[in-house]
T-cell receptor, first 114, second 113 residues
Framework: DVKVTQSSRYLVKRTGEKVFLECVQD?????MFWYRQDPGLGLRLIYF???????EKGDIPEGYSVSREKKERFSLILESASTNQTSMYLC?????????????FGSGTQLSVL | GENVEQHPSTLSVQEGDSAVIKCTYS??????FPWYKQELGKRPQLIID?????GEKKDQRIAVTLNKTAKHFSLHITETQPEDSAVYFC????????????FGQGTRLTINP
């Protein structure tokens, strides 16, 4: 079974801090994603990576950056955390395909920025 | 770009009754429609999906229907059980490119004993 592991379940940070959220998958998936989950807004894509060192902006990339130095690891970086970035962050991975891609999610990191 | 609207935002049904969650989408190029279930404190997991060449798909107590002309699709859960309580998300995308997947707002389903 695919395992997507996020390093922290809960994080509390201060405004202006640099924050790193880490995600590791163990199934050799090419694609990795970072989503943000907010009540009433569903899941919104922040960034996407389809290969090592490759990244693409999603729907809400402002205030975030990403890093993918190894295939199994995808990091989300908040350069200067702000209170409006308080949210649940979900990492996911998938295999590219032609029949519809199934996403495998991590358990999420609940980030609070004070 | 694609826009997916999901209704209702909350749904409460008696155990054993049926539940229906509806989604509409805007982009006629979408042809893949998955549903994800997220139990409290857990990760979202794919429970069923449908492609645009199929009008209905069933898997035990859950079924999804698709009306491509009207651009809407629905999740049906029959004989609901307490373990069906969760948040359900619909989504839409082209067959290729999960980065194009757009999610609905989510429906919190509560099954009352």
């Amino acid at each position: 079974d695919v395992k997507v592991t996020q390093s922290s379940r809960y994080l509390v940070k201060r405004t202006g801090e640099k924050v790193f959220l880490e995600c590791v998958q163990d199934m050799d998936h090419e694609n990795m994603f970072w989503y943000r989950q907010d009540p009433g807004l569903g899941l919104r894509l922040i960034y996407f990576s389809y290969d090592v060192k490759m990244k693409e902006k999603g729907d809400i990339p402002e205030g975030y950056s990403v890093s993918r130095e190894k295939k199994e690891r995808f990091s989300l970086i908040l350069e200067s955390a702000s209170t409006n970035q308080t949210s649940m962050y979900l990492c996911a991975s998938s295999l590219p395909g032609t029949g519809g891609e199934k996403l495998f999610f991590g358990s999420g990191t609940q980030l609070s920025v004070l | 770009g694609e826009n997916v609207e999901q209704h209702p935002s909350t749904l409460s049904v008696q155990e054993g009754d049926s539940a229906v969650i509806k989604c509409t989408y805007s982009d006629s190029a979408s042809n893949y429609f998955p549903w994800y279930k997220q139990e409290l404190g857990k990760r979202p997991q794919l429970i069923i999906d449908i492609r645009s060449n199929v009008g209905e798909k069933k898997d035990q107590r859950i079924a999804v229907t698709l009306n491509k002309t009207a651009k809407h699709f629905s999740l049906h859960i029959t004989e609901t059980q307490p373990e069906d309580s969760a948040v359900y998300f619909c989504a839409a995308s082209p067959l290729q490119g999960a980065q194009k997947l757009v999610f609905g707002q989510g429906t919190r389903l509560t099954i009352n004993p």
